[in-house]
């Protein structure tokens, strides 16, 4: 996978780290993501990935966020070592 | 004074109120526990105080209903004073909406609650510095302990200050100011471990996550049946003894309390130990955290059925009493799987439908007896998920969209968990019971009059009139009778066919017994969760409840006793 590439927060695997960088979506799905704290810039970590809703922890809170809201972060996979 | 408390879900709002006020309200550890505003008054040094604690939410944007109640209010009814509540160990998130309530210009005081919890994870916030830059009092409190209450009570009586800091109107400047605010008064030490990671990796495991919620589910129904079986049992002698000596003595008013109001409300309030101790299992769920944990994993299996892992909870509610489970349903987001959740629920077998079981399996299946009930329970539950998967694809399409915050684990406060199972069994109570009382007049006029032989009354005639729609499957008048009875209360087929005295094992064979448990699995919804059901969606979806429901239960009984007969 390209790492420099954008990618939607479910193509993340468990334990991969990734920047949020763009939400798309409505005015409704943005601001409620936006105000979780759910924002670009933010690194966030995929703590569960496994075909249904996806396990994030973020700020150091933990969602559960669904899989079609999910597709709606976009983020840049950090490398990992 | 009218003070609105506002903040994220889950911060301790209503903890605080009731520290505050000595009330009794409901806390969870659940996102969404709050879900209408609720008052609560007191006298503070002498002075008269409304309190009002508003929805958890995250903004004021009002795109949701929350959101939209807590802003109406604080711009229709203009408190004298805001209680912003924020988590300390989550600063940052909270701010935003921190800096969303300074647009109303209503004087503040910003309460820091559960610093108690950041100091466990190594979080310190400096109240002062953070006072200044806000231009309004800060309050660090701990509400569960009490911790800061007398602080909190003086700045309310000096009425808090209209919030100084200049920030944008739009959201981005917003969370930006956020940043910078906590960069400047939150200072992070070397962490200690933190249990909640521990918890998380065992009970959040890849390959022990639905086993552990497995065995949980088994161990909340093994409490809520094994050891509630004594007080039941209790329950049930105290009333039939009442009932019989009251019916012995002569004349029709003694008829109609004893046979009528005493057996039939009896017959109800013997599930009242169940469905208490099912509630203080909930209730436990709940305040430990672990109920948001079940959401992320049944996710996927629920999605496959085209519901969310939001109906998970309502689900499993359902097997204790389907008039909670269908207000359960509040919580989910999405308006078309709350309805497609709360349609399929009464194929979810509720307790009232175990006795039904019990009677018949005991006559036709002597050996196998456990093991046909555990089948029927597996068969509401497929019913239940394939209907679900029909509503999504035919009546209820769209994606579903939702985001929870997964909650610390706590340790439940035994007068938490007693508040919330007291206020929902009371429910139960006043809404079966009020039916229910009603409904035992009715079956003791139908079954007494004109002629107090069965037989010969208008129960026994409407039986006999109604059986040539279930001859098809070879029911005798009396179960068709227990069929419409039970509509009332599914407890009430068991209590028809007793006070018939039906020679069930007579006039029964097997597979048509097998035909009639599963048409009572299936067939209705009874009267208590129609009367939700029709409160929580409408009559439209009530009358589709009724009409799906009796055609499922129809062709399955049908299909069923046809089957076993050729086996
Ligand atoms: N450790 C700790 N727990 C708290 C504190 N305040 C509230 N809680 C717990 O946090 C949970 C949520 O509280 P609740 O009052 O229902 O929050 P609300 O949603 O804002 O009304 C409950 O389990 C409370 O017992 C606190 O100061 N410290
Ligand atoms: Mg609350």
């Given at each position: 996978m390209n790492l420099n590439s954008k990618i939607p927060l479910t193509m993340l695997k468990e334990g991969d780290e990734g920047i949020v960088i763009d939400i798309i979506g409505g005015r409704g799905a943005v601001s409620k993501l936006l105000a979780l704290g759910i924002v670009p810039g933010k690194k966030v970590k995929v703590l569960g990935n496994r075909g249904g809703a996806i396990l994030i922890s973020i700020n150091g809170s933990k969602f559960v966020i669904g899989r079609g809201l999910a597709m709606k972060v976009i983020v840049h996979a950090e490398q990992k070592n | 004074m009218k003070i609105a408390m506002v903040g994220n879900p889950n911060v301790g709002k209503t903890a605080l109120l009731n520290v505050l006020t000595g009330g009794n309200f409901e806390v969870g550890n659940f996102p969404g526990t709050t879900v209408e505003k609720k008052e609560g008054k007191t006298k503070i040094d002498g002075k008269d105080v409304i309190f009002v604690d508003l929805p958890g939410i995250y903004s004021l944007e009002a795109y949701s209903l929350d959101e939209k109640v807590a802003k109406d209010f604080l711009t229709n009814e203009r408190p004298d004073l805001i209680l912003n509540v924020v988590n300390a160990s989550n600063l940052e998130r909270n701010l935003y909406l921190t800096l969303q309530l300074v647009d109303f210009k209503i004087p503040m005081i910003l309460v820091l609650n559960m610093v108690d919890e950041a100091e466990k994870k190594g979080i310190k916030v400096d109240a002062e510095k953070l006072s200044k830059i806000l231009g309004v009092p800060v309050v660090k409190t701990v509400a569960v302990k009490g911790i800061g209450i007398d602080e909190l009570k003086r700045e309310i009586l000096k009425g808090g200050s209209v919030p100084k800091i200049e920030v944008g109107g739009d959201l981005r400047s917003k969370l930006e100011t956020a940043e910078k605010i906590v960069k400047e008064v939150v200072k992070i030490e070397k962490k200690r471990v933190d249990l909640t990671e521990v918890f998380d990796e065992v009970f959040m495991d890849r390959h022990l996550g639905i086993p552990i919620f497995i065995a949980f589910m088994w161990m909340m129904f093994t409490f809520t049946y094994t050891v509630a079986t004594p007080l039941t049992n209790l329950i049930a002698s105290v009333f039939s003894i009442l009932s019989e000596r009251i019916s012995s003595m002569n004349g029709i008013l003694f008829s109609l309390i004893g046979k009528g109001i005493i057996k039939g409300v009896g017959s109800v309030l013997v599930f009242l130990p169940n469905i208490a101790f099912l509630f203080i299992a909930l209730a436990l769920l709940e305040l430990s955290g672990y109920m948001s944990r079940a959401v992320y994993l049944m996710d996927g299996i629920m999605t496959t059925f085209g519901l969310t892992g939001r109906s998970v909870i309502p689900l499993i509610i359902g097997f204790g009493c389907n008039v909670p489970a269908v207000m359960a349903t509040r919580t989910i987001e999405d308006d078309k799987v709350r309805i497609a959740t709360i349609l399929v629920n009464p194929f979810i077998s509720c307790s009232a439908r175990l006795p039904i079981y019990v009677l018949f399996a005991g006559i036709f299946f002597p050996t196998l007896g456990s093991a046909v009930i555990m089948g029927l329970y597996a068969f509401g539950v497929i019913v239940a998920l394939i209907s679900a998967l029909i509503f999504r694809k035919v009546l209820l399409r769209g994606e579903a969209e939702y985001i929870i915050e997964l909650p610390p684990y706590r340790i439940p406060n035994p007068r938490d968990v007693w508040i919330l199972t007291w206020n929902r069994t009371k429910h139960f109570l006043q809404k079966a019971g009020t039916v229910i009382l009603a409904m035992s007049i009715v079956i003791w006029f139908l079954t007494n009059f004109p002629n107090p032989s069965i037989d010969k009354s208008y129960a026994g005639m409407l039986g006999r009139l109604l059986q040539p729609l279930f001859a098809?499957?070879?029911?005798?008048?009396?179960?068709?009778?227990?069929?419409?009875?039970?509509?009332?209360?599914?407890?009430?087929?068991?209590?028809?066919?007793?006070?018939?005295?039906?020679?069930?094992?007579?006039?029964?064979?097997?597979?048509?017994?097998?035909?009639?448990?599963?048409?009572?699995?299936?067939?209705?919804?009874c009267l208590a969760t129609l009367a939700t059901i029709k409160a929580e969606t409408g009559w439209k979806w009530t009358i589709f409840a009724v009409i799906y429901s009796f055609a499922v239960a129809y062709a399955v009984a049908l299909t069923v006793g046809v089957v076993a007969r050729l086996i």
């Open positions: - | 098809p499957m070879g029911w005798d008048w009396q179960f068709v009778l227990a069929i419409l009875m039970g509509f009332v209360a599914k407890e009430v087929v068991v209590e028809t066919l007793g006070i018939l005295n039906t020679p069930i094992a007579k006039i029964m064979t097997m597979p048509q017994a097998l035909a009639f448990m599963v048409f009572s699995l299936l067939y209705m919804p």
